[in-house]
Structures are given as structure tokens and as C-alpha cells.
């Protein structure tokens, strides 16, 4: 599972609900966040558009998921369907050979 938190003041509030994958896909053992730090210091909370990528991999479901959350969001939103990187459904596929990472247009 993944949660995502935002800092407000002395106080940590999560934004939107827990992110959650298939069982036994170890949902968020890789993931990647579009939006820097930097972008996000100084500004209102939840008012950061942020984009993650999130890995998961095990048998028969091994890829990424993307979701986004939008400044009037109250809840994150998937972006499209999960990419699935698993050729062979039968066996366990692992996330070790890719990366997510985050590049910039």
C-alpha cells in the first residue's frame, strides 16, 4: 500500500485515500513522484498537481500504475490502465531490472 502526506505546519494530513495493488504484488516497493520537492515547499496544502508512478510485481501481475491528484481533487485519479511488464503469467516477475524515474520534457 501507499499513502502520500502533506506537511502543514507542525502537522502531517494524508492526501486522498491509501493506494492499494493487487494482493502479493508488493504494490509500492518501486515508485517514482513527478512533482520535486522544491516545487512543493512554500505552497498550499494539496494544491501541488502530483503525478506517481507506482511499481508492482509479482505472479501473472508485474508492472506500473500510474495515478495523478489535481489541485481540486479530492482523491487520486488513475492515469489510463497499469502497464504490464509480466511476459509469462505462470511465474513471478520481478521489478529489479527496471527503473522508474522521473525525466523532464
Known amino acids: 500500500a501507499v499513502r502520500v502526506f502533506d506537511q502543514d505546519d507542525s502537522r502531517w494530513n494524508q492526501r486522498g485515500s491509501i493506494l492499494e495493488g493487487p494482493v502479493g504484488s508488493n504494490f509500492g516497493k518501486k515508485?517514482?513522484?513527478?512533482?520535486?520537492?522544491?516545487?512543493?515547499?512554500?505552497?498550499?496544502?494539496?494544491?501541488?498537481?502530483?503525478?506517481l508512478a507506482i511499481g508492482m510485481h509479482g505472479v501473472g501481475k508485474s508492472g506500473v500504475r500510474v495515478v495523478r491528484w489535481e489541485p481540486n481533487d479530492f482523491d487520486w485519479r488513475a492515469v489510463g490502465d497499469d502497464l504490464d511488464i509480466c511476459i509469462d503469467a505462470d511465474r513471478s516477475c520481478d521489478?529489479?531490472?527496471?527503473d522508474i524515474t522521473r525525466t523532464e520534457n
Open 31 to 51: 515508485l517514482a513522484l513527478d512533482s520535486l520537492p522544491g516545487e512543493i515547499v512554500g505552497r498550499r496544502v494539496g494544491k501541488v498537481p502530483v503525478i
Open 95 to 98: 521489478l529489479n531490472d527496471v
